[in-house]
């Protein structure tokens, strides 16, 4: 089993690697160098989030439609390619934006849907089969072992972006993602010899839960304590979550910082979540949930505050202190909150919230990538500075992180259920940074 551990893995990393260009790269270059509006980035980043409802019909599609005999292989074969299609292309995509907007802008609709819808038909593929092949005891340790080699793999591709591109040039660029591209599609070919047996013998468990948005929907609404949970995700997992597409666009602008060095501020921002989230599980039954949890937001609030003091000092050192605490900050709220989601969930209603986990964090990516990006503009073209419309995006995304905090005093987990089965600690870390 460990071999097919090891497989999942590799398919969980190539579809990883192509997310890391376009988030940690490619919107710097679009929105410094070739000055493209940071609300269409945003949009265009954010097309994932967007598909993202199509996953609980993608599920059940494949459920009842296997191709030669396999239920998950062909899916995530499909996606795994659009994925690296939309990737391969996107820089000539953001390229051809600067010299023909209008034509730009289509083939980038194109590029990055492929890229989008790939990522939502791969995921939920992989996912399923993971689940499928694991059975209830090994499901942990697959998780586990998939969510910790797409961590290592994540800081290591932005660090290899980082050398590739260094001295930027747009054809280094074109190179450094074809080169990803590659090594993704090898991965992912890889994980997938031999991985999944026919359909006629697959487990017995293979037929997994399937739930439509409205159900999900319908069961958080139904609970008080559930709602209001659920409305503090979404603003919390907005403000943490919707810097991506501005972050590196910031220190290249606030602080004149290369192509390469802004590639590694995703490095180093994902190597102090790990550190969070490994210390998020020493702390686990030792310390409330709720104590992790708030101290992980408030962490994150203080990250974004010394961002933004980092704009006014011009200082990169307390930008990288900034980014450090905002990592850690990341690690502890990520895990802490969704360890609370599952105490929140109903005997008998695991899948049902773990999709509306999943939802809610999608909701949360678009919300924030796309907000962040219109704020941006806005303020920028209203005072006309650009480092003035980042500010006041980290500073809102701050407030939301406030207000959080406060709901979250609100939540009563004894009130809503006294005694929930719960799954493992790598089991709630996985989801989280799924």
Known sequence: MFLKRFQLGLIHVAVAMTLVPINSTLNRVMIKELSISATLVAILASLP??????QVAIGSYSDRHPILGFRRTPYILAGLILCVIGL????????????????????????????????????????????????DKGRGRTIATMWFMMIVAIIATAIGISRMVDPYTP????????????????????????LEPRS?????????????????????????????????LLLLLAAILGQDVLLEPFGAQA??????????????????????????????????????????NLSALLGFLVIVVSGFMVSRHVFYTGVTILGIGTGLSTVANLSLMFDLTAPGMIGLYIGAWGFSNALSRLTGSILGGVVRDVVTQASGQALSGYLVVFGIEALMLLIAAIMLTRIDVVKFQKSVEEPSFVEKVALAVD
């Open 255 to 296: 602080f004149g910082m290369t192509v390469t060095q802004t590639t590694r501020i995703t490095s180093i921002w994902g190597t102090f979540v790990l550190v969070a989230i490994l210390i998020a599980g020493a702390l686990e039954g030792r310390v409330a949930k709720k104590a992790i949890a708030q101290a992980g």
């Open 88 to 135: 391969m292309v996107s820089p000539q995509v953001a390229f051809l934006m600067n010299k023909n907007m209008g034509l730009g802008i289509l083939a980038g609709i194109l590029a990055f849907g492929a890229w989008g819808m790939g990522y939502n038909l791969s995921s939920v593929s992989y996912l399923s089969l993971a689940s499928e092949l694991s059975g």
């Open 200 to 232: 006629g013998s697959s487990p017995a468990n293979a037929s997994s839960e399937s739930y439509t948005v409205k159900q999900m929907m319908s069961a958080i609404t139904a609970n008080p304590v559930a709602r209001i949970f659920f409305v503090y």
């Open 171 to 194: 054809q280094a660029l074109i190179r450094a993602f074809e080169f990803v591209a590659a090594s993704a599609l090898t991965l992912g070919l890889l994980g997938l010899i031999r």
């Open 49 to 54: 989030y967007l598909f993202s409802p199509i």
